[in-house]
């Protein structure tokens, strides 16, 4: 009995399977797979790009004046005033005023075992969400050429598989133009999607990088305000 997967061969008096149907099926689940990479690593490159852009200040203007601000109140023991500053609704979403929260909290702990909690809370809280997301985008910028890929050698069974059978039937240069063009076009929106997506994924680096440098010079700043309020205070 003949299905849509198989059939029986008179000439050889075998059953032949139709492999049509799944082939059809692959290639229509390419072109969907190669959409949801394109659609979801620019969802990770565009939440990577705002999440450093709200961890990080404005400007390096509003990063001194905050250093500033923060270096008065603990030269004068306000350490509330310090918390205070840190818990505005322009502030408390950036990374150096939340650290500086957790600094003041903590101020009674030596100073290299403050770096140290600060700058562990700093990789844990705040830098791994974002590496995980670029994950994300490095994981996406590799399968997309892959699914390219697939899609060339599925395009290239399609006309083989075409061409083997056309002393049979005969074979319509128009159908097998179009398998060859469907593995053309796959392998060139692989390429469409990685290559704009290596390049948005180095520059949200270059913007991490910029943000840990960052981070970590004004703690240091900090945390040596810190350590001479600290010492005003003992004596």
Known sequence: ??????????????AQINVTPLLTFVENSIWVGLAAAAGYGLFCVVLLMRRVRQKGFPSPLAEQAFLEDVGNRLA?????????????????????????????????????????????????????????????????????????????????????????????????????????????????????????????GAAAGVRMSRLRDSVQESLGVLIDDLEAARGRSQR
Request: with cysteine; hydrophobic share 45%.
């Open 1 to 14: 009995m003949q299905t849509d997967f198989s059939w029986y061969d008179a000439t050889t008096g075998t």
């Open 76 to 200: 004068e023991n306000d350490f509330e005033g310090v918390s205070q500053i840190c818990d505005t609704p322009e502030l408390w979403s950036r990374a150096v005023p939340q650290l500086t929260q957790i600094a003041v909290q903590n101020r009674d702990l030596p100073a290299k075992k403050l770096r140290q909690l600060v700058g562990e809370r700093f990789e844990r809280d705040i830098l791994a969400g974002m590496e995980q997301t670029a994950s994300w985008v490095s994981t996406v910028v590799k399968a997309a050429p892959m699914l390219g890929l697939q899609g060339t050698v599925v395009g290239m069974i399609n006309a083989f598989k075409k061409i083997a059978g056309a002393a049979q039937s005969g074979i319509n240069p128009g159908d097998l133009a179009g398998d060859i063009s469907f593995a053309l076009w796959t392998t060139a929106a692989g390429l469409f999607i990685a290559i704009p997506l290596v390049v948005m």
